[in-house]
């Protein structure tokens, strides 16, 4: 069973910048697809950005520009990278696979406020 862990989130202030991280209990990260999710209060889980085993990205409309998605395979870990955040963005994030069928973590809770 594979055991998800989010950290990085924290109060910011607008316009501000935290660097989320996941890291995945399995050895071979790399064949994995993975995505960063978030849901806010009231709200639906949505993808927010994505990262295929070759790399390649796709974020939604609301972030992109400003959010990055990366990965360490040697250290099973995915990355986002959010700057110029907005109050929009306070959520609790999440990753996991894109077919989301990873058990979730705890996430990690993001609020942006002045």
């Known amino acids: 069973q594979v055991h998800l862990v989010e950290s990085g989130g924290g109060l910011v202030q607008p316009g501000g910048s935290l660097r989320l991280s996941c890291v995945a209990s399995?050895?071979?990260?790399?064949?994995?697809?993975m995505g960063w999710y978030r849901q806010a209060p009231g709200k639906e889980r949505e993808l927010v950005a994505s990262?295929?085993?070759?790399?390649?990205?796709n974020y939604a409309d609301s972030v992109k520009g400003r959010f990055t998605i990366s990965r360490h395979n040697a250290k099973s870990t995915v990355y986002m990278q959010m700057n110029s955040l907005k109050p929009e963005d306070t959520a609790v994030y999440y990753c996991?696979?894109?077919?989301?069928?990873?058990?979730w973590g705890q996430g990690t809770q993001v609020n942006v406020s002045s």
């Open positions: 996991n696979l894109l077919d989301r069928s990873w058990n």
């Open positions: 399995v050895h071979i990260f790399r064949i994995y697809s």
């Open positions: 990262i295929d085993y070759d790399g390649s990205t």
